[in-house]
Every structure is written in structure tokens, then in C-alpha cells.
């Protein structure tokens, strides 16, 4: 059992077998690297003595790998778990309250994938009923597309309401407005360490040498944008006006103790997407609508798992860099309360969902605010919590 000196109070997300990375202020300083540890978050250069730690995002601590990864966290649970360490380690511990939290990564390139086999076939069943709810691909590879890397944003970065084409299915042309169905996309994000050579592939084994650790993701997006664009090439602007990230990157060090085996896959993957000892993690989410929880996300159930979708990235000699993140695609699980989308959890609007104020919702209204959490089980019994994801919707430009 590994016990720390810092007052951790029970139910805090962020325990010793935790310790994930974030970038922050405090006061004037400029922002650094810090690892948070109960309600304190531990300036990492101050303590390590490594300028590395000393910028405003983790890419630089990203990109020299999982030997150094490993031993930093070694180092920290020794500083934070020896009485002797406490005198020189305690002055660098900055109440959380007191910080401000940014971007924790120069986001690289961003890929979102479409992972839950339940929010596939919901989403098939709204918008092709009759039809087989999945496409053919779908159980074959891990579908995905590229999105805008420049505008992933930190939790409590206010959401402007995109404004776009769309046209109903009844009216005779399109207009241009400010989107009436903005909606929510409960997922994970996973971050790359190490890069790879381009013409080079990353299999499924090699998940832990290349990604570092992983983050909640909102992919917030406009259903009447993205259904009349879509067509042929996938989403454009009806997701890229924004993406939320948790500020704290959890170590996948801190998930071994939540790997899972993912829902068996039938038929068998090719070969290059085959896992030996399957990458499926058991990350419990929870959806928050104006403090209302509404949802209750499983990520266990998540069809393809992160290091699939690594190995499936890869295998045309894309190569990887340091920072880039890729998403798991919307959490959904098989009952109704675990819907990680709006447009699942409204049944495509036809379900309102009630607040505690006695409003009604069907998407998501200016001033309104969503939160996602999620938490894992660590060793000795520890939770591990994931930083929230959160945005507040603001009126259109
Ligand atoms: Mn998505």
C-alpha cells in the first residue's frame, strides 16, 4: 500500500497512485509543468530540478519516452511517499484553487474515432431506420476522421455557438444560422509520447512505447451542420469549431490497474489489428447537464480499443508526433442512461431530457453548462480520477 505525507482527502480524485500531469500558473509565474496530488498540484521543476518542466506544455517531457516517463514517476512517489523528502518538496505543493490550469499539451494532429458499437448502431437507427444500423466497414476497422488540432481547447473555455449551413430534410434549400442542435460527444482521449518514422507502422503492442496517457474529451458538435455536410467525406464544421480536453493527462501507468478485455470482436480483426493482451479499460464516465447527471457512460464497452486504433492509424506508414491525440468516438453503452451524445439520449430530439429547474432540453441551450467526469479503479483499492471536461455554451457571434 503506498502512502503519502500530503493530506489526501478520501474521496479526492487525484491520489498518490495517480499522479497526473497538467500545466499551470500561479500568481505572475509563468506556467509550468505540475502533477496533482490531492488539492495540491507539485511544480515539477522546482522539485526535479529539470528545465523540461519549466514550459507551458508537457511536449517537451512527451517526447523523450517511456524509460523516462517511468522513472519521473518512480521519483515523484519516492519525493511524496519519504517523510525525509517532505521539508525540501512541501514548499513547491500549490493549493489546486489557487492555480490556473491551461491546454496541458501543443495538440500535434487530432483524430476522433467512432468506437462504441451501441452509439454506431443508435446513431444508425436515427438516421437510416430500416437499414442495417452499421455500416459494412464497421466491424473491420476502427472508423475515424481527422479534425481541427488548433481548436481543442482546456476545460472552462466558454463554447460560442457555431453558426453554418444546414437544411432540414423538408426544406427546399439551405440557410445559414446559429446551430439549433448543438450537442455533446462524451469520450477519451489518448496522447502521443514518442513519435514515429513516417513509412513506418506502430502495432498494437508497442500502445504503452508511444502513448503517455490519456484525457476526457467533449466533442461538441452541431447535428444540422454536420447532417448536411457530411456527405461524402465526413465532419467538417460541424465539430471543428471546438473540442474540450481535461486539463490533467493520466499516465497510462495509473490505468494498468483498469485494463479489461474489450466486448469480443466477431468477426476476428486482420492480423494487424490483433491484440495479445487487449488494451480495453474500465473508465466509468458520468454526464452532467446544468449540475443534472444524465448519463453514465461505460468506456469498458468501447468495441475497438485505443491501442487497435493506434495500430490502425498507422498502418498505411502515417507517422505519429509528439502530442497528437486521438479520441475514442462517443461512449455509449447498451441501456438508455448510458448514451455519451444528446442525440442518442433525446432519441434525436423526440425524448426531452428534464432539468432540476422543471426546463426541458432536447440540445444544448445558451448559458448551458456540461460536465464529464470519469474515474478508474487503481491498485490498493484507489480511484483514479480523470480532471473534468467542462464548457458553458455562449450566444453565437
Ligand atoms: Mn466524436
Redesign the pocket.
Known sequence: MTTTWVPVPEDSPFPIQNLPYGVYTHGDQAARVGVAIGDFVLDLAAVLHDDVFARPSLNAFLASGRARWAEVRRRLTDLLTREEHRPAVEPHLTPRADARLHLPIDVADYV?F?ASEHHAANVGRIFRPGGDPLTPNWKHLPIGYHGRAGTVVVSGTPIVRPSGQRKPAEAPAPSYGPSTRLDI?A?VGFVVGAPSGLGTQVSASEFGDHVFGAVLVN?W?ARDIQAWEYVPLGPFLG?SFATSISPWVVPLDALEHARVAPPRQDPAPLAYLREDEPWGLDIALEVEWNGQLVARPPFAQMYWTPAQQLAHMTVNGASLRTGDLY?S??VSGPEPDQRGSFLELTWNGTEPVKLPDGSTRTFLEDGDTVTIRGTAAGPDGARIGFGDVSGTIIPAV
Open positions: 476522433d467512432y460527444e469520450e466533442d458538435s465539430k479520441a468516438g462517443t
